[in-house]
């Protein structure tokens, strides 16, 4: 079983630059792909970017890309949303997701295990 908590999550004035951090444990965070999702009000939870276990590939929503970065550092047991020039859509809680599986996917029902989320506001 694994154990998420995301952190970092804040207020920030448009371009402004946010990290996001999720915390991992137990036994399967070794093999597990990671991603992140976000939730507006209103609005179905949506892909954000996702990292691959053996090649450490990562992927991006058109959103995202150019402007957010995931990495992960496996000895820390931590995955991490960079996130810069940020803009008032991206205001949303903030999910962290992960799976027992290598590979990644956009689908929400993809994964495992979910973090309680942290909400992002950027005002204009």
């Known amino acids: 079983q694994v154990q998420l908590v995301e952190s970092g999550g804040g207020l920030v004035q448009a371009g402004g630059s946010l990290r996001l951090s999720c915390a991992a444990s137990?036994?399967?965070?070794?093999?597990?792909?990671m991603a992140w999702f976000r939730q507006a009000p209103g609005k179905e939870r949506e892909f954000v970017a996702s990292?691959?276990?053996?090649?450490?590939?990562?992927y991006y929503a058109d959103s995202a890309k150019g402007r957010f970065t995931i990495s992960r550092d496996n000895a820390k047991n931590t995955v991490y949303l960079q996130m810069n020039s940020l803009k008032p859509e991206d205001t949303a809680v903030y999910y962290c997701?992960?799976?027992?599986?290598?590979?990644?996917?956009?689908?929400?029902?993809?994964?495992?295990?979910w973090g309680q989320g942290t909400q992002v506001t950027v005002s204009s």
């Open positions: 997701a992960g799976t027992r599986y290598g590979g990644t996917s956009v689908r929400v029902g993809y994964y495992d295990y």
């Open positions: 990292i691959t276990w053996s090649t450490a590939n990562t």
């Open positions: 137990g036994r399967a965070f070794s093999n597990s792909a």
